[in-house]
């Protein structure tokens, strides 16, 4: 079912409190939205800035780390008990570390998928059956344009497995909910001015020793994340299953480039073998 307009919606925004999430919040919150926001412990005072505070009983801010259960659930309780439904959940919480894959850890591994992809499988199950009750309900899961076309070098592999990970899952998921109504949507963002890259300060010990790396040039020359929200507003009411940010440049070139390798080797296999008869 599709959103005429946001008024008196009750919209659930992990990593709410900068970048993405943070404009999401605020954008919801100006077209009449109930907003809870949820974020790191450590970043809880962000949420006491007049931005937030100045929408008095629309905004709940929450402490939730999406890799508990336990605070995703404790999260849910909360916002039915002040908002009383859910009617679109943001899984948007991620992190990012950078190393080769031959110098990473599994502890790395662990930490990524804990948040980017368990963030978003965990936030479903608490949160979709709540949706399912509401009548009009909407999901978007942040992927990116890393977990639909992945750079080849830059020592980002993890990250963009989580996220091509949060790309299949949501493309199935929208199928699965599609009959019940309830729409779903996978963000892929390219390059957007966020604190992304600096995600380390936010680790764990539990997960191993942090990575020290040079932040690339292009990280302060994306998007603005305000820019990207009104990109997502207008995705759940058109209830497109991708959410692009870019359509022009190296975004659209490097889809292009993965499927054309793609089909170099599906010509391999033409030639080599179907044309000769010999695939089994």
């Known amino acids: 079912m599709k959103f005429d307009n946001f008024q008196d919606c009750t919209v659930v925004i992990t990593g709410a409190a900068s970048g993405i999430g943070k404009a999401l919040a605020l954008k919801f919150l100006d077209v009449g939205s109930n907003v809870v926001g949820a974020d790191l412990p ?16 629309k905004f709940l801010p929450v402490a939730c780390d999406v890799s508990s259960i336990n605070d995703l659930n404790a ?6 008990e002040v908002y009383g439904e859910v009617n679109i959940l943001i899984n948007n919480a991620g992190v990012m570390t950078r190393s080769e894959l031959a110098k990473s850890s599994i ?6 998928f ?20 509401s009548g009009k309900a909407h999901i978007v899961n942040t992927g990116s344009m890393a977990g ?10 993890i990250y963009s497995a989580s996220k091509a990970s949060v ?7 929208r199928a699965e ?11 892929c963002p390219h390059s957007i001015n966020t604190d992304i890259w600096r995600s380390e300060k936010h680790r ?72 000769e008869g010999k695939a089994k």
């Open 42 to 57: 450590t970043q809880q005072s962000e949420f006491t800035q007049p931005e937030f505070t100045k929408y008095e009983n």
């Open 75 to 80: 999260m849910c309780k909360k916002t039915l």
């Open 107 to 112: 502890g790395d591994w662990e930490w990524i």
């Open 114 to 133: 804990a948040v980017n992809l368990f963030g978003v499988v965990r936030g479903i199950e608490v949160f979709l059956p709540h949706l399912l009750l």
């Open 148 to 157: 639909l076309a992945p750079r080849l070098e830059g020592g980002q592999a």
């Open 167 to 173: 790309v299949s899952f949501s493309e199935t998921l």
């Open 177 to 187: 909910l599609a009959p019940q109504s309830v729409g779903v949507s996978v963000l």
């Open 204 to 275: 764990p010990n539990s997960y191993g020793e942090s990575h020290e790396f040079e932040i690339p040039e292009r990280a302060n020359q994306g998007m603005d994340p305000d820019h990207v929200a009104e990109l997502v507003l207008a995705g759940i009411q058109d209830d497109r299953e991708y959410i692009f940010t870019d359509v022009n440049g190296i975004t659209t070139d490097r889809i292009p480039t993965r499927i054309a390798r793609m089909d170099d080797d599906l010509d391999w296999l033409r030639s080599k073998f179907l044309d």
